[in-house]
């Protein structure tokens, strides 16, 4: 099983600022990786797909990047309503989920 | 517009069963690929089971032997049975859409199972 772990685990800022999230593969999953958010009480939402493609609807501002094992999701200028947990997927070797990330307001 | 709503989740004890199920709509669930993520309370995100387009079927081995996942195309929703349901099967389970079999494009808003005496 490929495990996704995810850095840090909880991310304090403020709005405005840039958001740095990481999600490591404990093998390469080329770039079969994908970034939710999930805010409290509702489903994940897809941000990102194979690594850096934005789904439909999801604004500039979130942007995805790396391959093999290294990832990395940025939100160049936190609005409020990005406060929220982000997961990393892989579907490399089925479906995994990193342990999440809590972006708090600061 | 996609949409998917999970019904049948609920109280049940240790060893019971239970049925869970999706109804679809916006598109067709036999042009997608079908998935059970579930979410124990407070915790991440946990892949249980996934339906291809052509007919193949997975399961995580957290539920191999114990669900099953079925899909009905003339009602275009999509089934879990959960037998011999333990306490670590608590969770919120959401149907997920997938328009190739890597991601889940949409979610539905859950449904909660509680495994309790």
Known sequence: ?106 | EVQLVETGGGLIQPGGSLRLSCAASGFTVSSSYMSWVRQAPGKGLEWVSVFYIGGSIYYADSVKGRFTISRDNSKNTLHLQMDSLRAEDTAVYYCARGVTRYYFDNWGQGTLVTVSS
């Open chain 1, 1 to 106: 099983e490929i495990v996704l772990t995810q850095s840090p685990a909880t991310l304090s800022l403020s709005p405005g600022e840039r958001a740095t999230l990481s999600c490591r593969a404990s093998q390469s999953v080329s770039s079969y990786l994908a970034w939710y958010q999930q805010k409290p009480g509702q489903a994940p939402r897809l941000l990102i797909s194979d690594a850096s493609n934005r789904a439909t609807g999801i604004p500039a501002r979130f942007s995805g990047s790396g391959s093999g094992t290294d990832f990395t999701l940025t939100i160049s200028s936190l609005e409020p309503e990005d406060f929220a947990v982000y997961y990393c997927q892989q579907r490399g070797n089925w479906y995994t989920f990193g342990q999440g990330t809590k972006l708090d307001i600061k």
